[in-house]
């Protein structure tokens, strides 16, 4: 039999799925009160698959979260980007992102809430769309553009 390697989109639809059901196992968990449940939030990076993560843990994948980050919003949706000021890379006028980062949600009032599964469908497919790969000093290496 011939088995061919799975495309991008196939793994990342394998990945997403896999975070979907871990995510609504813990969101549907009813025992504990909505206001005691911990907040998930994802990671990723340019080398780093996009992750759900704690809030208590984000700091485990970028030091600088909540302390001296930068945030980015992305555009027509309700998260921000939180990441080290220290890994962007200027070319030009365009910025890219070379390290870690963390995803959140906020409401209505600016407050940190859990990422919800569609969350994790558009972050996979703003990261797709802004993936680049970049030389230097000829080695290439992978980094996410800034708008």
């Known amino acids: 039999m011939n088995k061919t390697k799975p ?6 639809y394998e ?8 995510l609504n196992s813990l969101l549907a968990d009813s025992s504990t009160p909505v206001s005691e449940r911990p907040l998930y ?3 990723a990076g340019p080398e780093m698959p996009l992750s759900v993560i704690r809030l208590e843990d984000a700091s485990d994948y970028l030091p600088c979260f ?3 980050d930068l945030l980015y919003g992305i555009p027509g949706l309700p998260i921000l980007m939180s990441y080290c000021p220290e890994q962007v890379m200027d070319i030009g ?3 890219y992102l070379v ?4 995803f959140f949600r906020i409401d209505r009032d600016g407050y ?6 569609t969350d994790l469908y558009q972050l996979a497919e703003f990261l797709e769309e802004h993936s680049v790969i970049l030389m230097q000093g000829g080695e290439s290496f992978i980094a996410i553009r800034l708008d």
Request: aromatic share 0%; with cysteine.
């Open 99 to 102: 390290g870690p980062m963390v």
């Open 112 to 117: 940190t809430v859990s990422l919800q599964v």
């Open 41 to 43: 939030l994802a990671t």
């Open 93 to 95: 006028e365009e910025s």
């Open 15 to 22: 990945k997403v799925c896999a975070i979907e059901t871990i």
């Open 66 to 68: 909540d302390e001296a």
């Open 7 to 12: 495309t991008l989109a196939q793994q990342t």
